[in-house]
């Protein structure tokens, strides 16, 4: 007997990310934990001059025969950009989507700054995708962190980016002050329910210069350790992958301005990859008990041969417990695990 099965990870595309950093543009506040600055690596700007930059670099690549991209503004609140600012941005790159350097446009912002008349006002102008900083459903953990929404407010803007016909991201923050056990599970069921079309998750952190710096040195917030942060999105990756949800970043991207800043919480360079492995395994695991015996070998795609043992073979031994002695796995050329 075999079972086969593929990787459990739904699909996603992967088109090369042509990233426009506007960090704090058209927040209504700022919340406890945020550093966008130090995140993006770029303090506050000047959106003439973020727009100036971004049409006469996308008229070089299209010069130069690159391309294409999906186009991504990261940071700030995009759907309160002052001054009509959305629409400018819009505007300015739509000859570079009737070219085809631009296969898709997406944008973060809060769940309070849309509705379905703006956003189909954007969506006409080019817009094809809305991640939404929801953080949490949980109002207390909302109103812990300065978000200055509840969670009825969070669901009422995801619905919003649906009823608009946009494709809908979801981002996640465990471990937000107000936290309880419970919480984080919580709101992976929540975000599970809205079947977004990807989800991010970022463990909360403590990072210099924010408001949560200041509560964390006072004794009034505990970030999660990084054992519980891998445990909890293990859970989480596993619960979205069976509900077809993509999970397309786990924990902030490496920025030497951010490392040198983060004080505090589950902060790692290989958590996303140490998060997949463990996901992987758990699901392994339950198709290996299928075969109702001690399993013989495994066969696994080669292009998952990173990923299989986790950040520095960090899962080597739990596959020997398993029954997966070295030399019973191997990786070959297919796109499909192999179990007998």
Known sequence: MRVIFPHPSPLHSATRIWPVFIPFAGCPNRCVFCAQDKQTGRDVVRLEAVLEELVRDLGEAQAAGRGPYELAFFGGTFTALPHG??????????????????????????????????????????????????????????????RGYSGVVARQGCAAVRDAGLELGIQLMPGLPGDRSGV???????????????????????????????????????????????????????????????????????????????????????????????ALLDHIRKKASELGRSPRELLVPRKFSGELFGHARELALCYQDLGFAPRKIRFHDSDKFVLS
């Open 184 to 278: 984080f599970r919580f709101d992976v069921e929540e975000a599970a329910r809205l079947a977004p079309d990807n989800v991010r998750l970022y463990p909360c952190l403590v990072i210099r210069g924010t408001e949560l710096e200041k509560i964390w040195r006072g004794g009034g917030y505990e970030p999660w350790p990084l054992e519980r942060a891998v445990e909890e999105l293990t859970w989480a990756v596993g619960r979205f992958w069976r509900a077809g949800i993509p999970v397309i970043r786990m924990g902030v991207a490496p920025e030497e301005a951010l490392e040198e800043n983060i004080l505090a919480g589950p902060w790692h360079p290989a958590l996303g990859q140490s998060v997949r492995a463990r």
């Open 85 to 146: 600012f959305p629409e400018k941005f819009l505007s300015d790159i739509d000859r570079f989507r009737k070219s085809g350097l631009i296969i898709k446009t997406r944008c973060s912002t809060r769940p309070d700054r849309v509705t379905v008349k703006k956003l189909l006002n954007l969506k006409s102008q080019g817009l094809d995708m809305v991640e939404l900083g929801v953080q949490s459903f949980d109002d207390a953990a909302l109103e812990a962190a300065g």
